[in-house]
């Protein structure tokens, strides 16, 4: 007679025999289609690894019959992507910054390059937005320290500002009057609240009214006689409520008496000619271009 297993007073499952610290296996076999299931996974895994990349090396991997890898996939995506380009960049190359903004479909090119080279390189500073933040110009609005041309921007980008790396960088120092001794504190608050004053905001008129004094021997020379600044020089406007470093008058105190001035890498040096000139359309774009 066969030999009569054992069952699970619980269950009712006849055990296997094994048996583990008390604890005895019931003879339970998964189901069938788990089964099947399991072997379509075992074959599903061989069919893997030979047809595609699957097993590492020691400096390298297989490669499998068909040869697929999502980064080769990318690489073929890019290499297409400068191919219809190419036909696009030899024009970009060749014109100039007017000519590209009367070619519908060459500027629509070089604001698409423009806005992916700003989000990159720009971004950071300007915002992604560009909307700037304090010591950081907004690039939408109509002040322009250095002026808003085509001309003017591409210079600007090109060449940078107060940076120690290209000779020709947009420079416009600003005497810092109490570290240098030019103007006494009771002076540079005089002047600041006649600064407020340009642009409409509230300010004391005796202290204003001495300040005016002040400001015309010392600050006509950059910011214009009526604070209308001067793009040669960078200075900016001081009679609109737009201002680079706070327009209250602690930040105006602050300007006059150590002086402020940002930094900005030569783009020239750094970007192709081709990525420069998409920038430049871009930036002009934005609403403050002239």
């Given at each position: 007679m066969p030999e009569q297993r054992e069952k699970d007073e619980f269950s009712g499952t006849e055990t296997t025999g094994h048996e583990w610290d008390?604890?005895?296996?019931?003879?339970?076999?998964?189901?069938?289609?788990?089964?099947?299931?399991?072997?379509?996974?075992?074959?599903?895994?061989?069919g893997y690894w030979v047809l595609m990349p699957a097993w590492p090396l020691i400096t390298d991997?297989?490669?499998?019959?068909?040869?697929?890898?999502?980064?080769?996939?990318?690489?073929?995506?890019?290499?297409?992507?400068?191919?219809?380009?190419a036909k696009y960049l030899v024009k970009l190359e060749k014109a100039n910054l007017e000519q590209i903004?009367?070619?519908?479909?060459?500027?629509?090119?070089?604001?698409?390059?423009?806005?992916?080279a700003y989000n990159v390189n720009c971004s950071q500073c300007h915002g992604s937005g560009a909307t700037g933040s304090p010591g950081f110009p907004n690039l939408n609005d109509d002040d322009w320290l250095w002026g808003g041309t085509l001309n003017d921007i591409s210079y600007t980008i090109t060449h940078g500002a107060r940076n120690n790396t290209d000779d020709d960088a947009r420079v416009s120092d600003m005497p810092k009057f109490l570290t240098d001794e030019i103007l006494e504190p009771a002076q540079i608050d005089d002047v600041a609240e006649y600064v407020l004053s340009l642009s409409g905001k509230s300010s004391d008129k005796d202290s204003a009214s001495r300040g005016k004094a002040v400001f015309k021997e010392n600050c006509?020379?950059?910011?214009?006689?009526?604070?209308?600044?001067?793009?040669?020089?960078?200075?900016?406007?001081?009679?609109?409520?737009?201002?680079?470093?706070?327009?209250?008058?602690?930040?105006?105190?602050?300007t006059v008496s150590f002086s402020r001035g940002g930094v900005m890498p030569a783009w020239g040096q750094i970007l192709n000619a081709n990525t420069v000139k998409q920038l430049t359309v871009y930036v002009h774009s934005l609403g403050g271009g002239r």
């Open positions: 008390g604890i005895r296996e019931l003879d339970n076999p998964p189901p069938r289609w788990w089964l099947l299931t399991w072997y379509a996974c075992i074959v599903w895994a061989v991997n297989t490669k499998g019959v068909l040869g697929y890898t999502e980064r080769g996939r990318v690489v073929e995506d890019i290499k297409q992507a400068k191919a219809a380009q903004r009367t070619d519908p479909e060459l500027l629509d090119f070089a604001l698409a390059g423009g806005r992916s006509v020379d950059c910011h214009g006689a009526k604070g209308q600044g001067n793009q040669e020089q960078g200075a900016p406007k001081l009679h609109d409520a737009i201002w680079l470093f706070g327009g209250d008058k602690d930040s105006i105190v602050e």
